[in-house]
């Protein structure tokens, strides 16, 4: 469970999303608390509230008759631009290889070259030594 913890239902590694690494009142991630910060961002969430997600078996988007939703390809596509990283490539992996194949190889991607620190996918740069990544 832990594994599916962090593991937004869209694909998103929460390990690695700034609002989870930031040090002040950070994110508990999607499967987390209703706490802090993300309350507002969690309830709004179309893809995390979805009802059939929620009665899915695995509760990953990949389940769902209309995958990939209009709601996942726009936010796919904001992420493939602006951050080189694509939920339904994510969802994909998971789908074919399991959760915990996709968990080491997503701890792999994003740990920082210098100290080991996990790297923010937002920034690139590393929440513990803050070394930018690429």
């Not at 994510?90 to 959760?99: H, S, Y």
Request: hydrophobic letters at 30%.
């Amino acid at each position: 469970m832990e594994e599916k913890g962090l593991i937004a239902p869209c694909g998103m590694n929460c390990k690695v999303c700034g609002s989870y690494l930031r040090k002040k009142n950070p994110c508990s991630g999607c499967h987390g608390e209703y706490t802090g910060s993300n309350v507002t961002h969690r309830h709004k969430c179309v893809i995390r509230n979805c009802d059939v997600i929620k009665l899915s078996e695995s509760g990953f988007c990949f389940e769902c008759l209309k995958y990939p939703c209009r709601r996942l390809r726009e936010l796919n596509t904001r992420y493939r631009t602006d951050f080189d990283m694509s939920m339904i490539e994510n969802l994909e992996f998971i789908r074919v290889n399991g959760l915990h194949a996709f968990v080491v190889k997503e701890h792999e991607r994003w740990r920082c070259l210098k100290c080991g620190g996990v790297v923010c996918v937002h920034t690139r740069c590393c929440s513990v030594c803050g070394m930018e990544n690429q």
